[in-house]
T-cell receptor
Framework: AQTVTQSQPEMSVQEAETVTLSCTYD???????LFWYKQPPSRQMILVIR??????QNATENRFSVNFQKAAKSFSLKISDSQLGDTAMYFC??????????FGQGTRLTINP | GAVVSQHPSWVICKSGTSVKIECRSL??????MFWYRQFPKQSLMLMAT?????????EQGVEKDKFLINHASLTLSTLTVTSAHPEDSSFYIC????????????FGQGTRLTVV
């Protein structure tokens, strides 16, 4: 079974700083997808970024980018120029052919003014 | 992105009663929807996979008779918590797949269920 591990329960940075959230996963499959979701206090799950495992190039979405290391099974999220609105729970997630999302434990990120 | 609407946003019910939660895909058809449960300060736990026109697939440890799932159309899945008890109080979230290869999941707003 696939597992997703986020080893940082909480993180806190100052506004405008860069922060990196860690995620590792375990799978025996070769084709899969990785995601980062944001869950603000409203609890609405919002897709931040996705990465296809077959793509070597790291995904980027404006201030959000990932460092995907397939061999190491690592998928970290970098947030540049952090903003107060980035304060939220962040979940790393894995999806394979079964199309089920497996979530990590989450990292609570706080951006301080 | 695609919109998934979940209703109600919150509900309070008495022990022993049943409550139904709806999950609708508003601007796309979803053959597959998922139901999650989230306890405070914890991650999302997959309860079941809802497939249009067929029986839902439940995860290990989830009681089928307690959490009834119906996916009668391509835009609607419902979760009914039967004979609710206080321990069923939780945050329930649905999601639906769309996009390239059906690999993009969009989530409803969630339903906070409180059983008193």
């Amino acid at each position: 079974a696939q597992t997703v591990t986020q080893s940082q329960p909480e993180m806190s940075v100052q506004e405008a700083e860069t922060v990196t959230l860690s995620c590792t996963y375990d799978t025996s499959e070769n084709n899969y997808y990785l995601f980062w979701y944001k869950q603000p206090p409203s609890r609405q799950m919002i897709l931040v970024i996705r990465q296809e495992a077959y793509k070597q190039q790291n995904a980027t979405e404006n201030r959000f980018s990932v460092n995907f290391q397939k061999a190491a099974k690592s998928f970290s999220l970098k947030i540049s120029d952090s903003q107060l609105g980035d304060t939220a729970m962040y979940f790393c997630a894995f999806m394979s052919g079964a199309q089920k999302l497996v979530f990590g434990q989450g990292t609570r990120l706080t951006i301080n003014p | 992105g695609a919109v998934v609407s979940q209703h109600p946003s919150w509900v309070i019910c008495k022990s022993g009663t049943s409550v139904k939660i709806e999950c609708r895909s508003l601007d796309f058809q979803a053959t597959t929807m998922f139901w999650y449960r989230q306890f405070p300060k914890q991650s999302l736990m997959l309860m079941a996979t809802s497939n249009e026109g067929s029986k839902a697939t439940y995860e290990q440890g989830v009681e089928k008779d307690k959490f009834l799932i119906n996916h009668a159309s391509l835009t609607l899945s419902t979760l009914t918590v039967t004979s609710a008890h206080p321990e069923d109080s939780s945050f329930y979230i649905c999601s639906a797949l769309t996009g390239s290869g059906n690999t993009e999941a969009f989530f409803g707003q969630g339903t906070r269920l409180t059983v008193v």
